[in-house]
């Protein structure tokens, strides 16, 4: 058997468990620990502290991980690599050294990868129209620049590739593509060139299968999950890549989960668009001629992903102000729970006009009916034991989002019998919407810096 290198998953988002990376860990079963800790909503949570406090912008439970792995990384050799520098990877960086130095881990080198954030940069850019419209609804970037929260460009493995050469063995970035942390490993390791497609291919659809942690291994299953064993202490998914790009997708031992071919082709499926050219930075990959077999306990063979040419644009993400949400929530018991309900959303529709309030948006759903299917969800036949009223509002301000909780504790009095949820006022929340468009690559590449620091 040639060489293998073992890539595990440690985080599939901000706030993830850290038990079955530490499993990992603790075990020795790796030779790479990858997470991706990065949505847009989390860029925007990251945005919203950053502005309380210059120093914070990257996932905070990046600390408490590194403290515990970084200890286990030296016993065992692995290597670890995260996007959880978010919008301020050089903190996050000076964060892992400060942990490292108080666990007198001496000698420990941690990269930084900057060069996402487009923050900085977006007036030059701007200006010299290279930032185009949004993807969707043809939106030009300068109507939301004003109320810009973040602004990042996709980078593929490319720069993980060059921190892991100069001896990193922590990688901290920003924006990446999902796959880019856990496929940086096979490209350092096989020595995989920028036209080894199928190889890239490979690569990224690893990374997929990982990015998600237990995805892969019957978390969020829609098949059998009742049958799915230990879900209290799942496993995240491993991969062992061999240098042909042929992998199979295993956990940790004795942890539960199950791998087996259903649970890894839901997660190869999940956020794909079209499954012939899935597009990232490092290569267009084509997954429809992938075979997935089961050739063993929770171990899945995967072969035969193929890929094409990278494209010559990088995907650029902003996030802006988009007003806020107002709610208010209210509960109604049997008999006829869903008919007060209804009749209670009519006084507030009635009392919005009478009060000329006017919302951007109005929603109304009924938590024990069709709160998560909305209209897919036929009328109920029989009586209801208990249904809660909950509208919703898109507003220009925090004040006006603010005014639609007042309507609801008279109803207690003044409305429907049997309200027995009480009136739940939220305080309103600010929105965020999305731009996305396309930069080409030589506007962003050559901006990407990779820094090394070793402790001392």
Request: glycine share 12%; net charge negative; hydrophobic share 45%.
């Amino acid at each position: 058997m040639g060489k293998l290198v073992r890539v595990g998953a440690a985080q599939g988002f901000y706030g993830d468990s850290l038990e079955a990376g530490l499993e990992m860990a603790r075990q020795g079963v790796i030779d790479y620990l990858a997470f991706d800790a990065l949505s847009e909503l989390t860029l925007a949570i990251l945005a919203k502290d950053q502005a309380k406090n210059p120093q914070w912008g990257y996932a905070k439970d990046l600390v408490p991980a590194m403290r515990v792995l970084l200890p286990w990384m030296r016993r065992h050799g692995f290597k670890i690599l995260t996007n959880a520098g978010g919008i301020n990877s050089e903190a996050a960086q000076a964060a892992v050294l400060d942990v490292a130095s108080q666990l007198g881990m001496t000698g420990l080198r941690v990269a930084v990868v900057t060069g996402d954030d487009l923050r900085g940069r977006l007036s030059e850019l701007m200006n010299q129209g290279l930032l185009g419209t949004d993807l969707e609804n043809g939106r030009s970037f300068a109507e939301i620049y004003d109320a810009l929260l973040f602004a990042n460009v996709y980078l593929g493995a490319g720069p993980l590739v060059q921190a892991l050469k100069m001896g990193a063995d922590v990688v901290i970035s920003g924006r990446t593509t999902d796959s880019a942390q856990f496929m940086a490993p096979l490209l350092y390791e096989f020595g995989w060139q920028a036209q080894d497609w199928d190889a890239l291919a490979a690569g990224v659809l690893m990374g997929h299968l990982l990015e998600c942690s237990a995805q892969s291994t019957g978390g969020n299953f829609s098949g059998s999950w009742w049958d799915v064993p230990g879900m209290d202490q799942i496993g995240y998914p491993i991969a062992h890549v061999s240098e042909d790009g042929t992998f199979v997708v295993t956990k940790a031992p004795g942890t539960g989960g199950l791998v087996t071919r259903d649970t890894v082709k839901e997660q190869m499926l999940y956020e794909i668009h079209d499954p012939r050219a899935y597009i990232t930075p490092d290569v267009v990959a084509d997954f429809t001629y992938a075979r997935l077999e089961d050739i063993g306990p929770d171990q899945v063979r995967v072969t035969g992903a193929r890929g094409n040419s990278a494209p010559p644009q990088l995907k650029m993400t902003a996030g802006y102000a988009a007003g806020y949400m107002g709610q208010a929530m209210v509960g109604y018991c049997w008999p006829d729970a869903l008919r007060k309900a209804e009749a209670a959303a009519a006084i507030i529709q009635k009392q919005l006009v009478q009060r000329q309030w006017s919302y951007d948006e109005i929603h109304t759903a009924y938590l024990g009916w069709n709160s998560l299917a909305g209209p897919a969800v036929p009328r109920p036949s029989e009586d209801l034991n208990e249904v809660y009223l909950r509208v919703t509002v898109r507003a220009k301000t925090y004040e006006d989002a603010a005014k639609l909780g007042r309507l609801f504790p008279p109803l207690a009095l003044d409305g429907p019998p049997g309200l027995g949820g009480g009136a739940g006022m939220q305080p309103p929340r600010q929105l965020l919407g999305m731009w996305s468009g396309l930069i080409g690559r030589e506007w962003v590449e050559p901006y990407v810096s990779v820094r090394v620091e070793e402790v001392d």
